[in-house]
């Protein structure tokens, strides 16, 4: 993946652990912090960050366990990603305007979970289909856990034929980009993350959430059904909620310039409320 040199780098040293997100735009300007998936990382949303405008403070973290962030034996769960995000949100306070959140997947419950119990730092957020799997609700995700590792054994083991056969639609270039990402990624991180998507809560975090939230949920890929949705729909009636059409799960690389375009609309029309 290209690693653009026009990023600077930001470091966030916590108790637990050290944070890596690269950066670019106006420093005094809105801070919008994206947060990956399960298996992505900083520079999963390249595409995305160079549509954003400059007079944004745009940054990308990677999520501990992946990048140039630390990578401890355990720690992989909502409150592990929490507590560094909220020491990243206590570095940007001197700005002073409160950090929009953009998180994909894993990343959207991060931010919702973040939400629920930081409303008062925040701007608001745009989640990205976030995995509705919880306690009392669904009890499958759509890629099980063994799809993941067999692609993270294929790359560690440079069997890049084996790799590029999971992704038969894919182009060279996208099989790269991929491949980068599981080499960014610890197996603890990906075993311990993909846990926490089925036995950790979201709903409640949803229903929690008082900042201002765009919900963009795929047509394709099964990770928020039409009934779930409908839930969602229900338990925060104030939230933005968005089908996006002709896109899976990774709606920000299948479409990055309506992804951009929506999330900047989001953040143009909640700043300015």
């Given amino acids: 993946m290209n690693q653009d040199e026009?990023?600077?780098?930001?470091?966030?040293?916590?108790?637990?652990?050290k944070i890596h997100l690269i950066t670019k735009g106006d420093k005094s300007g809105i801070p919008v912090i994206f947060l990956h998936g399960i298996t992505s990382y900083s520079y999963s949303f390249i595409k995305i960050l160079n549509l954003m405008p400059e007079?944004?403070?745009?940054?990308?973290?990677?999520?501990?366990?992946?990048?140039?962030?630390?990578?401890?034996?355990?720690g992989y769960m909502l409150e592990d990603y929490t507590e560094d995000l909220l020491n990243v949100v206590n570095a940007l306070t001197d700005n002073p305007i409160p950090p929009i959140l953009v998180g994909h997947s894993m990343g959207a419950r991060m931010a919702a979970a973040f939400g629920s119990r930081y409303s008062s730092l925040i701007s608001g957020m745009v989640l990205i289909d976030p995995p509705v799997n919880g306690p009392g609700q669904r009890e499958v995700y759509p890629?099980?856990?063994?799809?993941?590792?067999?692609?993270?054994?294929?790359?560690?083991?440079?069997?890049?034929?084996?790799?590029?056969?999971?992704?038969?639609s894919f182009?060279?270039?996208?099989?790269?980009?991929?491949?980068?990402?599981?080499?960014?990624?610890?197996?603890?991180?990906?075993?311990?993350?993909?846990?926490?998507?089925?036995?950790?809560?979201?709903?409640?975090?949803?229903?929690?959430?008082?900042?201002?939230?765009?919900?963009?949920?795929a047509e394709f890929g099964d990770t928020i059904r039409e009934n779930e949705l409908?839930?969602?729909?229900r338990l925060n009636p104030?939230?933005?909620?968005?089908?996006?059409?002709?896109?899976?799960?990774?709606?920000?690389?299948?479409?990055?310039?309506?992804?951009?375009?929506?999330?900047?609309?989001?953040?143009?029309?909640t700043i300015n409320q």
């Avoid at 409908?230 to 729909?233: A, M, R, S, T």
């Avoid at 104030?238 to 690389?253: A, C």
């Fill in 238 to 269: 104030q939230m933005e909620v968005e089908r996006v059409k002709g896109v899976g799960h990774m709606i920000y690389k299948d479409n990055p310039e309506y992804t951009a375009d929506s999330i900047i609309s989001f953040i143009e029309k």
């Fill in 143 to 168: 890629n099980p856990l063994s799809m993941f590792l067999k692609q993270k054994e294929a790359v560690d083991q440079g069997e890049m034929e084996v790799f590029r056969g999971f992704f038969p």
């Fill in 230 to 233: 409908e839930v969602l729909k």
């Fill in 171 to 217: 182009t060279e270039e996208q099989v790269a980009e991929r491949a980068e990402e599981y080499r960014n990624n610890s197996l603890q991180a990906i075993i311990e993350s993909y846990e926490s998507l089925l036995r950790e809560p979201f709903q409640v975090f949803i229903k929690m959430l008082t900042a201002p939230a765009l919900l963009l949920a």
């Fill in 55 to 74: 007079k944004y403070y745009t940054l990308s973290m990677d999520i501990r366990g992946r990048g140039q962030s630390d990578s401890p034996k355990k």
């Fill in 6 to 17: 026009s990023f600077e780098h930001l470091f966030v040293k916590g108790v637990n652990a």
